[in-house]
């Protein structure tokens, strides 16, 4: 595991404005598992488009040598030539095709022009056994989980005879169990087949616990690479995680969470007796008798296990905008609340951040500015017309409050780096002025750094008197900002538990307590 299979020497990067790279170099030895590690725009990723071909030959500065000799990608047909083959946190898979046919896409199994579907099927088979993926060949993608998606997608790989593997932020939208099979399956590929991987990678703790060796990149430049096993004679795993975070942000994170002193007040949000059954499926109940109550500058917590029905009770409490037969009463202030519409929950003050920022908060074509002010056109129109001066000036104040990185509130915001779409997903909602602000997976495929930010704007919030519900399926996070934790299974309130008397183990124990 000493011999060299990758060298990236001085890659500098540009696009127009901005040095996205600065004389970055990177070495990976064969057989390992390295981490590359840092903030969003960091330039993890970008590089990993230079190494894949998919920025070519010709468009940045530097040499990259794999195993040995000097190669120059024009195309991820090149790299994958070699045997180099990246898996992007957007999965490129799909959905109606079978399992076989998009393992084979564009590397058809075929004689004399013509598709072999018999043997397409029987290889995939295999490639599907050497993954752990128990289905059947001829099965549509778009029935699978995520995870299975991702093992999927690493079966493909496998069918290009795969050297290097690299993945981006590959259980970024993975639950624990599908997690622990994923990285269980590179540790796999690596001590039982040779396959050298590359993890970029949020989650240090993940990183800690599979990778041989990290680089740390901040700013587009190489901070260091760090031997994750301490050589032997220094500190290894986890304890190496400071050290990383340090890297990452430039200073020590004495506390991963920013001291707050809670002034709760009255109660702003009272939910009662809440049921949903599902959209399609009649017979089936997501929420079963929810009662929750959340207070002015009160962070109050919900932890639940995929599937427990988290997002469910969010979004059918704002604006009935998931499931059917929804029954219950919703109290803003002690009053009943019109949450029939999601301009109704608007207009009660109810504010509602997607986990799934992509699909369901932002407009990722738009800029910043339109983002912004999606929500609440009224506050900037005049007669029916948007105010355009006053929108822009709208969402300069947000750009400067919440420290969102963009040259100008008229970039693109699907440009910007996921921790800036998030900030820009809470400024849409903030500015329609809410008293609740629910926030599901506030920081999913956020980085450390801007986790900081979004954890010191919660806060913030809090002491201007908002009532927060976060939803959250790390429970470190959960148990660090909340001041009371509601734990859901099954669609059910198990139990409610203040924070100073939380741990993770009696929080687990709710999270998984059966129906009676």
Not at 176 to 196: A, P
Not at 379 to 401: H, L, M, P
Request: proline share 3%; aromatic share 4%.
């Amino acid at each position: 595991m000493n011999d060299s299979i990758l060298e990236m020497r001085s890659i500098t990067k540009r696009f127009p404005g901005v040095t996205a790279l600065k004389d970055v170099s990177l070495g990976v030895r064969e057989g390992e598992i390295h981490g590359i590690c840092g903030e969003n725009g960091a330039g993890k990723s970008t590089l990993m488009k230079v190494l894949s071909g998919v920025e070519p030959a010709g468009t940045y500065e530097g040499e990259i040598h794999f195993r040995g000799q000097p190669v120059a990608f024009h195309s991820v047909n090149d790299s994958e030539a070699q045997g180099i083959v990246i898996i992007h946190q957007e999965l490129a898979l799909v959905p109606h095709l079978t399992i076989a046919e998009n393992i084979f896409l564009g590397n058809e199994r075929s004689r004399s022009g013509i598709i072999s579907w018999g043997e397409t099927n029987a290889q995939a088979a295999k490639l599907m056994r050497r993954v752990g993926l128990d289905e059947n060949p001829v099965t549509p993608v778009g029935q699978l989980g995520v995870g299975k998606q991702q093992l999927v997608e690493i079966a493909k790989a496998l069918s290009k005879n795969v050297r290097l593997l690299i993945l981006d932020e590959p259980t970024a939208a993975l639950n624990d169990d599908d997690s622990e099979h994923l990285l269980g399956l590179i540790r796999d590929l690596r001590d039982e087949q040779g396959v050298t991987s590359i993890i970029i990678s949020h989650k240090l703790g993940e990183i800690a616990e599979i990778a041989d060796t990290t680089t740390v990149i901040r700013d587009g430049s190489t901070i260091e690479t760090v031997d994750m096993h301490g050589g032997g004679t220094g500190p290894s795993g986890r304890a190496l995680i400071p050290r990383i975070i340090k890297g990452m942000v430039g200073r020590d994170m004495d506390s991963m969470f920013p001291e707050r002193s809670a002034e709760i007040g009255e109660e702003v949000l009272r939910i009662e007796d809440w049921h949903v059954t599902h959209p399609t499926q009649p017979d089936r109940t997501l929420i079963d008798g929810v009662s929750i109550t959340a207070r002015a500058g009160e962070v109050v917590g919900i932890a639940g296990l995929m599937g427990a029905g988290r997002t469910e009770l969010a979004m059918s409490v704002f604006g009935r905008s998931y499931g059917r037969e929804i029954s219950g009463q919703v109290f803003m202030h002690g009053r009943p609340a019109n949450t029939k519409g999601v301009a109704d929950a608007i207009a009660s003050g109810i504010a509602y951040v997607s986990e799934d920022r992509k699909r369901y908060g932002l407009n990722l074509i738009q800029d910043v500015r339109r983002n912004i002010s999606a929500a609440a056109l009224g506050k900037v129109s005049r007669s029916g017309w948007i105010d355009g001066n006053q929108e822009i000036s709208v969402a300069e104040r947000y750009r400067r409050s919440l420290n969102i990185k963009t040259p100008t509130v008229l970039s693109t915001v699907g440009q910007l780096s996921g921790g800036n779409q998030q900030k820009v997903a809470l400024s849409k909602w903030l500015f329609t002025g809410p008293d609740v602000l629910i926030l599901d997976e506030p920081t999913r495929g956020v980085d450390v750094g801007a986790k900081y930010e979004i954890y010191t704007l919660i806060n913030e919030l809090a002491e201007q008197g908002k009532a927060i519900i976060v939803i959250s399926s790390e429970l470190p996070e959960v148990m660090g900002l909340a001041d009371r934790i509601y734990t859901l299974s099954a669609g059910r309130i198990t139990g409610e538990v203040s924070a100073a008397d939380a741990t993770q183990e009696h929080l687990m124990e709710l999270m998984t307590m059966e129906r009676e």
